[in-house]
């Protein structure tokens, strides 16, 4: 009757013991709070305590034979699930800076090969590395019903052991176990700020929390929320006096410098070249990302907003449009609805979205999808129109068709995965700094080679959108803008991919508007994102909003500074580039510890491909200057979260 219940008690602290260590080195790693440790090694051992009290509740009431097997199938599944949201927890923070949710696994499940895209492989091999994952994902779950069938007849035999209480109140102890659980879990959950659990595992993968919400926003995006909504409040609704139909299209991971039409030795982009001779194409020949991932490419491209002022409660391009009497289509490859940040700032001032939902049987990545979508549309009415095309055959997980394979080898070896692995997560590292040779020179051409076959693949589909817009009346009287969410590194600086670093390979974007009336665009030397809303507003004949910081291109280029930033955690980068006469210069600060800290100044116009660090020599003053706008204009640099979604 004395004897001490190991299985039960290791039943209960062993599982949240491990994810509480795990957890501690992964919010150390990604520079979450530390509370992510605490909650998710509560939620672990609620989970698992439950399971024994349940366990133990069925061995005195009943025979635990009929519910053996149900018992240890139902334990594999806890602990499966607290293996592999972890894990994703960890691969996602790795790849793109983010933590997975249920819907991207979801995602994943549906579409696997197309999910595993982005491996710069062939197809068979594509399906060999799935094969090898379900292999190995199904042989541990089988591992765990062993482990989980082992520790539930333990349990259950040490439970008879210590019968104490009779069958009627082990019941009900089962019974309160089940209801107190979930409602424990919420109680916890709301103890915690939103902004302190960003990151954590098991919030993140069930969506515990809102992803963004005011009470969740530092006082900069707080104050500029507020300003955002009275401004919509009060702009007059009045329709534009130039109706004409807005496009935009983006291409995602889309760099300028490997354009025919901005001079790359390649004719990678026929159809837009020909468009620029035509007279009706305006280029920008510098134009940066304010980021160098996709959700503030387009929420700034947007709201025209830095990253810092950036919600979904800003007042955006397309609600304006929708105010003033246009009718909202959004086209979009991948799952943008995934994103919860990234739908929520979409908002519901939209009529129609096409995308994976809309054709759930085709590829998700496929930008076929978006031609099949706008076939469905009608021809122009006489209602204006807003048109929003989200493309991928740029990006790395991209759909890419054999026939634009023009540039060749462009895929690796099979074995090169986990050498790819490396250079596209940034693991290979010495003092937080991405080491170099990863890939070698050949394995970085070919890289090169598929991503110029997707940038011809982009410009075949920017035509074909064009000429369905033409074929049905939209672009009699329209204004389009194509242009990048954000670059990709190719081996430049010893990365391959983004979200991590603002040099150029990763923030420079082409930024081109096309008119069907011959206007002048007076600004064709320097844009940011910021700036196309306001462009699209002015050539519409509209009131700018006061709160808008980006600039229209109709007017004249002048001196500025703009800023930019990831938001990678312990090692964020801030950049602010400024642009004047004497030329163009990028101060890139990485690192928000002082020891850790590296600066960088880059002479744009001699230097495009940042080699050459000036900030010691004769660009010491002007780096001084850029470095006190980041220090005044980032407040997520005095973030004691080191995340840019962190209250201080």
Request: charged share 20%.
């Amino acid at each position: 009757m004395n004897k001490i219940p190991w299985a039960m008690l290791a039943m209960a602290t062993m599982p949240g013991t491990v994810v509480a260590l795990f957890l501690n080195w992964y919010r150390l790693v990604f520079g979450f709070p530390p509370d992510i440790v605490f909650f998710g090694a509560l939620v672990v051992f609620a989970s698992f305590a439950a399971f024994i009290v349940l366990v133990s509740s069925v061995s005195v009431c009943f025979s635990i034979k009929p519910f053996e097997l149900l018992l240890s199938l139902a334990l594999a599944l806890l602990l499966f699930v607290a293996i592999y949201v972890c894990l994703a927890a960890y691969v996602s923070n790795s790849l793109w800076g983010d933590t997975a949710n249920y819907w991207i696994v979801a995602t994943f499940i549906r579409q696997p090969l197309a999910t595993l895209g982005f491996l710069p492989i062939s197809d068979v091999s594509q399906k060999g590395v799935l094969l090898g994952v379900i292999a190995v994902v199904a042989a541990n779950f089988v591992l765990l019903l062993w482990l989980a069938h082992r520790i539930v007849r333990r349990i259950a035999a040490e439970a008879r052991i210590l019968r104490r209480v009779s069958s009627v109140r082990a019941l009900i102890l089962t019974v309160c176990a089940a209801v107190a659980t979930p409602c424990f879990a919420t109680a916890a959950a709301t103890q915690f700020k939103p902004a302190s659990l960003r990151g954590e595992p098991f919030s993140s993968f069930f969506n515990l929390y809102p992803e963004t919400d005011l009470a969740g926003l530092d006082n900069t995006r707080l104050s500029v929320a507020i300003q955002d909504r009275a401004e919509r409040t009060s702009y007059p609704r009045t329709a534009p006096t130039q109706k004409k139909n807005v496009v935009v299209i983006f291409s995602d991971a889309l760099r300028a410098d490997r354009m025919g039409v901005y001079g790359y030795g390649r004719e990678t982009t026929p159809h837009l070249s020909n468009l620029l001779k035509s007279g009706h194409l305006h280029k920008v020949d510098l134009a940066l990302s304010t980021c160098s991932e996709s959700y503030c490419g387009i929420a700034s491209t947007f709201s025209s907003r830095p990253f810092h002022e950036i919600s979904e409660h800003n007042f955006k391009l397309h609600e304006l449009l929708k105010d003033v009497g246009y009718q909202v289509l959004f086209f979009l490859s991948g799952d943008h609805r995934a994103w919860r940040y990234l739908s929520g700032f979409y908002g519901s001032s939209v009529d129609n979205i096409y995308d994976m939902r809309s054709f759930p049987e085709k590829n998700i990545n496929d930008d076929e999808n978006l031609i099949t979508g706008l076939r469905e549309v009608s021809s122009f009415q006489g209602k204006p129109v807003f048109f929003y095309f989200f493309l991928m055959s740029t990006h790395v997980s991209g759909r890419k068709l054999p026939e634009f394979e023009r540039f060749t080898p462009a895929k690796l070896d099979a074995a090169k995965v986990l050498t790819f692995w490396n250079e596209i997560a940034g693991t290979r590292r010495v003092k937080g700094k991405i080491v170099e040779g990863g890939l070698s020179a050949s394995d970085q051409e070919a890289m090169r080679n598929r991503y110029d076959n997707g940038v011809l693949q982009t410009d075949f589909y920017i035509d074909r959108i064009l000429t369905i817009l033409r074929e049905k009346g939209y672009l009699n009287n329209a204004i389009v803008v194509v242009l990048g969410d954000h670059g990709d590194g190719l081996g430049e600086h010893g990365h391959i991919g983004h979200t991590r670093f603002l040099y150029q390979e990763d923030i420079r974007i082409p930024l081109l508007v096309y008119d069907t009336e011959k206007v002048s665009y007076a600004n064709s030397t320097f844009g940011v994102q910021p700036d196309i809303a306001p462009t699209i507003i002015d050539r519409l004949g509209l009131p700018i909003p006061r709160g808008w910081r980006g600039r229209s291109l109709q007017l004249p280029s002048v001196d500025r500074i703009t800023l930019h930033q990831t938001r990678r955690g312990k090692d964020i980068c801030f950049a602010a580039v400024e642009n004047d006469r004497a030329g163009t210069f990028k101060y890139i600060r990485c690192g928000l510890e002082p020891g850790d800290r590296r600066e960088m100044l880059f002479d744009l116009k001699s230097d495009p491909g940042e080699l050459t660090n000036i900030i010691e020599g004769a660009g010491f003053a002007r780096a001084g200057r850029l470095r006190a706008e980041v220090e005044s204009r980032f407040p997520a640099t005095r973030n004691s979260c080191k995340r840019f979604e962190c209250v201080d």
